[in-house]
């Protein structure tokens, strides 16, 4: 009896395509805890220092959005993932002659920032273009599964890639850590070799990047308030536990990585199912609690638990809002619109990292998750009045 991937070829090229962005993606889970603790062990700097160096690649990202949806229309996503996976290797091999720099501190951190720009580039194109090649691999009618196992397969890189992290740093150092994650974006540009391409619109008329931002824009809001919780579990989890003298500190993303993919896969539907807004209402509620028991935790049991709901929260949240960002734009935008969407995400992460490094110097890093609480409440207030609103409009004749 032949499985369903058999009968259906789009289903093993998306799972290819799924293979491709996990693996790759291992290049930017591996450094996210380790470059703090480099940062603040190593070189000897501050807090703020290691915010920068973790949130400047997501600056990176903020600010090529648009010009990487663009590209990934006019050019074809085929194109601008191969490009990203390139950004992606050498990106690590910048950051890698940081680890040798170790010695000249302020030289070594500007060279470490030369990386993680490059970093941060790359996953530009690697997020927009491989959504959008799935896209237009199934169809956009499917567009929420491609977004679900999408996201599914990044977080499922960062709960394996931050643990990972943390034991390379102990055993081969940053630099033979940074060596291993510039290997990996090429091996998923190999695989990217059996993958069909699909079309691009090189000379469609297209409107002003800024309009697409104004279809979208409170979608993209909610994204970016609840990144928050993920930035600061990826940026201080760490350093968190290890102020508090606990164990265990390698397993925030895991247990964050492990809530999020278990809603990806029992869940991954839901958005077409119900729709978008109430899936992310319920997601923004989760996080919510668990960015709270994380602030308050007197354990690090209820700060892995708060790690953990976090993820289950955070999961749905891009897929449910990035369902709705796409009935809103015609198929020729569609990688412009994806772009603008992720942007607002890159604004959570980009800030995120340095201003909580500040609130944790002069806080403590407890106080650092009382805002990851803020901002997902803040989303839910906003999710709650765009379903209310668009509650209004379908019982409007």
């Not at 906003?382 to 509650?391: K, P, S, T």
């Amino acid at each position: 009896m032949t499985s369903s991937a058999t009968r259906n070829p789009a289903d093993s090229q998306l799972l290819l395509l799924t293979a491709v962005l996990f693996i790759s993606y291992l290049c930017v889970a591996m450094p996210l805890p380790i470059v703090p603790v480099f940062v603040t062990a190593q070189l000897g700097m501050s807090n703020l220092f290691a915010g920068l160096g973790v949130g400047i690649a997501f600056l990176a990202t903020i600010l090529s959005r648009g010009v990487v949806g663009t590209l990934t229309d006019r050019r074809g996503a085929q194109i601008a993932a191969r490009r990203g996976l390139v950004l992606y290797a050498v990106g690590a091999v910048v950051a890698l002659a940081a680890g040798l720099l170790a010695a000249t501190p302020i030289f070594a951190f500007a060279v470490l920032l030369g990386g993680r720009l490059l970093v941060g580039l790359g996953e530009s194109l690697i997020t927009v273009s491989v959504v959008s090649w799935g896209v237009g691999i199934v169809g956009p009618a499917r567009s929420s599964r491609v977004l679900a196992v999408m996201g599914a397969a990044i977080y499922g890189a960062l709960a394996i890639g931050g643990p990972l992290g943390v034991v390379l740093l102990d055993r081969i150092g940053f630099a033979g850590t940074m060596a291993i994650s510039a290997v990996l974006p090429c091996i998923g540009f190999v695989m990217t070799l059996w993958l069909p391409a699909v079309a691009a619109h090189p000379d469609a008329e297209r409107p002003s990047f800024i309009s697409i931002i104004g279809r979208i824009f409170w979608h993209g809001a909610i994204v970016c308030l609840q990144g928050i919780g993920f930035a600061a579990i990826g940026a201080f989890f760490v350093l968190y536990f290890r102020d508090q003298h606990w164990s265990y500190a390698g397993l925030g993303l895991t247990a964050f990585g492990a809530g999020f993919v278990l809603v990806r896969v029992l869940f991954g539907h839901m958005p077409d199912r119900v729709g978008g807004l109430p899936v992310a209402i319920a997601s923004l509620a989760v996080e919510l609690i668990g960015q709270i028991l994380i602030w308050m935790a007197p354990h690090p049991a209820f700060a892995l638990a708060g790690a953990f709901l976090t993820g289950l929260g955070c999961s749905m949240v891009f897929p449910s809002m990035g369902r709705e960002v796409i009935r809103l734009v015609e198929p020729h935008l569609r990688g412009t619109a994806l772009g603008g969407f992720a942007a607002f995400q890159d604004i959570a992460y980009g800030l995120t990292g340095p201003l909580a490094g500040l609130l944790a110097d002069r806080a403590g890093y407890s106080r650092v998750y009382l805002i990851g609480a803020l901002g997902a409440a803040a989303g839910l207030v906003i999710a709650l009045g765009l379903n209310r609103r668009q509650r209004r409009r379908t019982r409007t004749p």
